[in-house]
């Protein structure tokens, strides 16, 4: 079982290339996805990383409000460092026991992990060896990806506001196996996709 980690700046179509990876047959964990699980109710982060921010980033439900969190961490990289210290262990050991169940079923042939951080730390690199053995990475121009960020809903401000707490294309690149340049239509993505699909599917 091949595990792939596929990155991209925010808007570059990380997401729409799951999408595409999924209907060619590959399982797409949604690491974000996770990401917010382990801050739910019951989740594996809950409880430190409330022990680490004080009630007041909880919700009047008693629920972590994410927004909080993040309005916590904005800009200020040591409390970003406490939270992710807490969180990216959660979140690897909730995606290793995925990883697991997706190795005993014995049906996927290609697992891609959906992660928009990994350039920027250790999620996804497991101990346990079942962690990602290749990198895809989506790009696009910025300003492509600022028209397409401005379309779904976000100002310009935001838009770049989180492409510069990412990591840069050439971070990116550096750790790339393979890149995909989504910068024409969804058609040449998908066609981008699926001729990757067939060179991992052979390997
Ligand atoms: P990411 O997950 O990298 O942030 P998405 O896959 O969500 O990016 O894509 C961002 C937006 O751009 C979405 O609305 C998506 O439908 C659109 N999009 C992605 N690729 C293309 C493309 N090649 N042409 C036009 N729109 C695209």
């Not at 992710?84 to 995925?98: D, M, Q, T, Y």
């Not at 310009?156 to 890149?179: F, G, I, K, P």
């Amino acid at each position: 079982m091949l595990v792939v980690g596929l990155t991209g700046g925010i808007g570059a179509g990380k997401s729409t290339a799951a999408a595409r990876f999924a209907e060619r047959g590959a399982a797409v964990v949604d690491v974000d996805a996770i990401g917010r699980e382990v801050l739910a109710p019951g989740g594996r982060a809950e409880r430190g990383v409330v022990e680490v921010f004080g009630p007041g980033i909880l919700n009047a439900d008693g629920r972590i409000d994410r927004g909080k969190v993040a309005a916590e961490v904005f800009g200020r990289p040591d409390r970003l460092s406490a939270l992710e210290a807490v969180s990216h262990p959660a979140i690897n050991a909730e995606l290793n026991s995925r990883l697991q169940e997706l190795a005993d079923g014995g049906e996927a042939e290609v697992v891609v992990l959906d992660m928009a951080v990994l350039a920027e730390s250790r999620l996804g690199q497991l101990e346990s060896g079942r962690g990602y053995t290749k990198v895809v990475v989506v790009e696009a121009p910025v300003e492509v990806r600022l028209a397409r960020l401005l379309e779904r809903g976000l100002s310009e401000e935001q838009a770049r506001a989180r492409m510069a707490s990412q990591a840069t294309d050439s971070q990116r690149r550096a750790l790339a196996d393979h890149v995909i340049v989504n910068d024409a239509g969804p058609e040449d993505l998908a066609a981008a996709v699926d001729e990757l699909w067939a060179e991992l599917t052979v390997e």
